[in-house]
């Protein structure tokens, strides 16, 4: 139950950061322009440089300081609850553990790198090497979240198989 708090809670603060704090920076200090960690699709290095002449030097320290905080916690958050619920759920298979853990700290560490690397291309958007891989990060960072979503199904699943299998008559019985 407390796992699946706290997991609740990081996964609503990581929304929070990306569908309130985000669009409203965009929208109050980018001149509406779009924030780079919302483009599904990456971004190319002419679209990022119309962000970053949007921003003034304010904005763009604004812009660092929104990475250097609540995008710092989010992503810790979904570490820790994720990894407890890895843990938990993980009950004898040594497969769904590692492979778990895997994507979590992988995703975390994508996100805080993204983050890293956005703040660097910000300062110098010229740079379309940095460009490029800022807008990669944030490619991986919304695949490894969907692999977040995934451990969750493959959890759904396995919790079904193993229930089953421990009903008399059900799936597996006689094992």
Not at 2 to 20: D, E, K, P, Q
Not at 96 to 113: D, E, M, Q
Not at 150 to 156: E, G, R
Request: net charge neutral.
């Amino acid at each position: 139950m407390l796992v699946g708090v706290l997991m609740a809670v990081a996964a609503l603060f990581l929304l929070y950061v990306n569908l309130v704090i985000l669009p409203g920076f965009a929208s109050a200090m980018a001149g509406g322009h779009g924030v780079p960690e919302l483009r599904l699709l990456g971004f190319e290095a002419e679209w990022f440089r119309g962000f970053t002449d949007a921003m003034d030097d304010g904005a763009a320290e604004a812009y660092r300081s929104i990475h250097r905080s609540t995008a710092l916690i989010a992503p810790l958050g979904m570490a820790v609850g994720w990894a407890a619920f890895v843990l938990l759920q993980s009950r004898g298979a040594a497969l769904f553990r590692w492979v778990g853990l895997g994507v979590v700290a992988l995703f975390t560490i994508v996100y805080l790198l993204g983050s890293s690397v956005l703040d660097r291309a910000v300062a110098d958007p010229q740079d379309e090497t940095l460009v490029g891989m800022a807008s990669l990060l944030m490619n991986l960072r919304g695949a490894l979240l969907l692999g977040m979503v995934a451990l969750l199904v493959w959890a759904m699943l396995r919790s079904e198989q193993w229930a089953a299998a421990r009903v008399p008559g059900g799936v597996g019985a006689g094992r």
